[in-house]
């Protein structure tokens, strides 16, 4: 079975606060992808990152970062100096190989405040 | 705009009558996707489209549900004899199996139904 886990509903921070929205996977496959998309108020999903089972390298683009723990099933995401743009709604997401569904979790709600 | 287009974006019905959803994917995406969302929650996977050829569909794609992709190119999604609980946000993607590995979600569907 596939499951993923966003234990946090709800985050406010002040604008410039690092936060890190927490995410835990089951699978049993061995091999699967790891993502992370951004649902702004708009409402339309924007994807953020893709990472392989293979690849525990943790990943920063800009203010983001990534870190890949297969031993603790955490794929934690991290936004450094936030910013009120940054409020929205986190999803996590998971894939086993060979298939195409995207499981997600319920996301984390950030609010950003000046 | 080249992304992915749903329309409509949003439909009022009232109970037991049908509904149908239009999704346009981006032009060289050979993948399609259908997934509901509804309040407070991650999207939930429906089904999936490689061309025109439906080759996973999730159990909450009940008898009323039905999708085609009958050129491999849009996709339509049918509810028949609606309930008050197919009110949610029908979410479409797309992704090519050439150049990318994650799904590029569209704007969705709002449903209500009364």
């Known amino acids: 079975a596939q499951k993923v886990t966003q234990a946090q509903t709800e985050i406010s921070v002040v604008e410039k606060e690092d936060v890190t929205l927490d995410c835990v996977y089951e699978?049993?496959?061995?091999?699967?992808?790891l993502f992370w998309y951004k649902q702004p108020p708009s409402g339309e999903l924007v994807f953020l990152i893709r990472?392989?089972?293979?690849?525990?390298q943790n990943e920063i683009s800009g203010r983001y970062s990534w870190n890949f723990q297969k031993s603790t099933s955490s794929f934690n995401f991290t936004i450094t100096a936030s910013q009120v743009v940054d409020s929205a709604v986190y999803f996590c997401?998971?894939?086993?190989?060979?298939?195409?569904?995207?499981?997600f979790g319920t996301g984390t709600r950030l609010l950003v405040s000046p | 705009d080249t992304g992915v287009s749903q329309n409509p974006r949003h439909k009022i019905t009232k109970r037991g009558q049908n509904v149908t959803f239009r999704c346009d994917p981006i032009?060289?995406?050979?993948?399609l996707y259908w997934y509901r969302q509804t309040l407070g929650q991650g999207p939930e996977f429906l089904t999936y489209?490689?061309?025109?050829?439906?080759?996973?569909k999730s159990r909450l794609l009940s008898d009323r549900f039905s999708a085609e992709r009958p050129k491999g190119s849009f996709s339509t999604l049918e509810i028949q004899r609606t309930e008050q609980g197919d009110s949610a946000m029908y979410l479409c993607?797309?992704?090519?199996?050439?150049?990318?590995?994650?799904?590029?979600f569209g704007p969705g569907t709002r449903l209500t139904v009364t």
């Open positions: 993607a797309s992704s090519s199996d050439r150049f990318d590995r994650w799904q590029y």
């Open positions: 990472r392989n089972s293979f690849d525990e």
């Open positions: 997401a998971l894939r086993n190989t060979g298939f195409q569904k995207l499981v």
């Open positions: 489209f490689q061309n025109e050829a439906q080759l996973e």
């Open positions: 032009s060289e995406h050979n993948r």
């Open positions: 699978t049993r496959d061995t091999t699967y992808y």
